[in-house]
């Protein structure tokens, strides 16, 4: 295989002004995008998610599942039942 030089580009005003107009497009659009998804979280859970304790995010996700998890208790009774005869 033969190996040729590098081909230079060379980037004019056009292509610039194109980046540009691209680029301020894509903004707009993030932007509308936000303002729409931040209309649809109002009642306030948006906000809880967002917080970086790794046990309010568990607790968010286990009242959004309807999940209630009992604490076990690390006694006898507990591992082997009651043996009252």
């Known amino acids: 295989m033969l190996r040729r030089k590098p081909t230079r580009l060379e980037l004019k005003l056009d292509d610039i002004e194109e980046f540009e107009s691209i680029r301020k497009?894509?903004?707009?659009?993030?932007?509308q995008k936000e303002d729409v998804e931040g209309v649809g979280t109002s009642d306030g859970e948006g906000a809880a998610g967002l917080s970086s304790d790794p046990k309010s995010r568990e607790q968010m996700i286990n009242d959004r599942i309807g999940y209630k998890?009992?604490?076990?208790?690390?006694?006898?009774t507990s591992q082997f039942g009651n043996f009252e005869f």
């Open 69 to 76: 998890p009992q604490l076990k208790s690390n006694n006898r």
């Open 25 to 31: 497009d894509l903004e707009a659009r993030k932007k």
